[in-house]
């Protein structure tokens, strides 16, 4: 069976300081992989996806980046955090693209 | 307007009362359906997919009216532990999926 795992699970920052969070996936080979960010009582926004090693796609722009350095590992990163970057990021696989989605545990960042 | 619009509730029932959520989307080329599930301060889960001719799973029935552009979810004999906030979930024929800001349930005793 396939599962999904991210870390860390919550994460303190200050402004200012760099970030990164890690998603890997175990039990497929080649899924397309998001990142979601939630705000608190809101939605969840796309941020990137990705449908093959080293191919990313940006949704929304903002100084977050996101990389895919092998199949099933996902990367989500900032150089500098800003207080609007605080959330529930959420990490997200795919068999192919019409399938439903499965979500990771989550991170929940505060920045400070 | 948003591209997917569910009412956010909060609907307070009664255990064993029958509950039901719309959601409609505004993109008519939209593939594919789905409503999640998301406990508080938890990750979505898929409840059920939602097919052109309507399926159930147990005390949930799903429909989609592609006329109307709508999605519906039915509870029945709503459960103490149905409690939770339900997301819609539209996907385009790309794959990109949107999703609604959800609709909370509250179910008492």
């Known amino acids: 069976s396939q599962t999904i795992h991210q870390w860390p699970a919550t994460l303190v920052q200050p402004v200012g300081s760099p970030l990164s969070l890690e998603c890997t996936v175990e039990g497929t080979s080649n899924p397309n992989l998001y990142w979601y960010r939630q705000a608190a009582g809101r939605g969840l926004q796309l941020l990137f996806y990705?449908?093959?090693?080293?191919?990313i796609s940006s949704e929304v722009p903002q100084n977050l980046s996101a990389s895919r350095p092998q199949d099933r590992q996902f990367i989500l990163s900032s150089k500098k955090l800003l207080l609007s970057d605080s959330g529930f990021y959420l990490c997200a696989w795919t068999r192919q693209q019409n399938y439903e989605q499965y979500f990771g545990p989550g991170t929940r960042l505060t920045v400070t | 307007r948003k591209e997917v619009e569910q009412d956010p509730g909060p609907f307070n029932v009664p255990e064993g009362a029958t509950v039901a959520f719309n959601c409609t989307y505004s993109?008519?080329?939209?593939?594919?359906f789905f409503w999640y599930r998301q406990d508080c301060r938890k990750e979505p889960k898929l409840l059920m997919s939602v097919y052109s001719s309507g399926n159930e799973d147990g005390r949930f029935t799903a429909q989609l009216n592609r006329a109307s552009q709508y999605i519906s979810l039915l509870i029945r004999d709503s459960k103490l532990s149905d409690s939770a906030t339900y997301l819609c979930?539209?996907?385009?024929?790309?794959?990109?999926?949107?999703f609604g800001d959800g609709t909370t349930l509250t179910v008492k005793p």
């Open positions: 990705s449908v093959g090693i080293g191919q």
């Open positions: 979930v539209v996907k385009s024929w790309q794959g990109k999926s949107t």
């Open positions: 993109n008519s080329a939209s593939q594919s």
